[in-house]
């Protein structure tokens, strides 16, 4: 397996709602990251965990929450949203533990905040 | 500090021709550079990446990117597009120490037929 993987595709949330996003991978990459990326703009680093352990929350407000069960899988726990967080998350998984290396991106799950 | 820019953030080329997407970093070590490249509602695939052993750097796809120290440049060539390159490619940036990764804006290339 050789992919990153998540779901779901799509998710419409209300202001009010909890919802979860998944990312996995099966490649034995040792951290993975999860990015913001708005229309028409880049990726915005969120989160990086290597060896299951947080090593970066480029200060990411506590209404995202991130968990790493395992090695290879990761979750973004979303709670009160607002409608700007509308936006493409990624994740993403990397082979070593350092931010130097490549990135294997999965292809986003589109969030809409209503 | 550290950054990345991308000249010309819309490119059009007819198919066939040269492409060229220019990158400049500033960063005052040598840093680790990348291209990736996003097309349509996808996540974002590496193109290429720099990481001090050659300068001329060969991907995937056909694209080279050449390391120039001197122009603090890492810009991204193809002799000759096609039509599937249509997509939006970003230049990204890393120190080999610390924990800072940095996109560019990103480049929107189309392909004329």
């Known amino acids: 397996d050789t992919e990153v993987t998540q779901t779901p595709k799509h998710l419409v949330m209300g202001m009010t709602n909890k919802k979860s996003l998944k990312c996995e991978q099966h490649?034995?990459?040792?951290?993975m990251y999860w990015y913001k990326q708005k229309a028409k703009k880049p990726p915005e680093l969120m989160f990086v965990?290597?060896?299951?352990?947080?090593?970066i929350n480029e200060s990411v407000p506590s209404r995202f929450s991130p968990e790493c069960p395992n090695s290879s899988l990761l979750n973004l726990h979303l709670h009160a949203l607002q409608p700007e967080d509308s936006a493409l998350y990624l994740c993403?998984?990397?082979?070593?533990?350092?931010?130097?290396?490549?990135?294997?991106f999965g292809p986003g799950t589109r969030l809409l905040v209503l | 500090a550290q950054s990345v820019t991308q000249l010309g953030s819309h490119v059009s080329v007819s198919e066939g021709a040269l492409v060229l997407l220019r990158c400049n970093y500033s960063?005052?070590?040598?840093?680790?550079l990348f291209w990736y490249v996003q097309y349509p509602n996808q996540g974002l695939q590496l193109l290429l990446k720099?990481?001090?052993?050659?300068?001329l750097v060969k991907g995937i796809n056909g694209f080279e990117a050449e390391f120039k120290k001197s122009e603090t440049s890492f810009h991204l060539t193809k002799p000759s597009a096609h039509m599937s390159d249509a997509a939006e490619y970003f230049c990204a940036v890393s120190l080999n120490t610390g924990n800072q990764f940095y996109f560019g804006t990103g480049t929107s290339l189309t392909v004329i037929p």
């Open positions: 720099y990481t001090s052993a050659a300068t």
């Open positions: 960063s005052s070590v040598p840093p680790y």
């Open positions: 965990y290597s060896y299951e352990k947080l090593s």
């Open positions: 993403a998984s990397s082979p070593g533990a350092t931010i130097q290396e490549t990135q294997y």
């Open positions: 490649m034995g990459h040792r951290a």
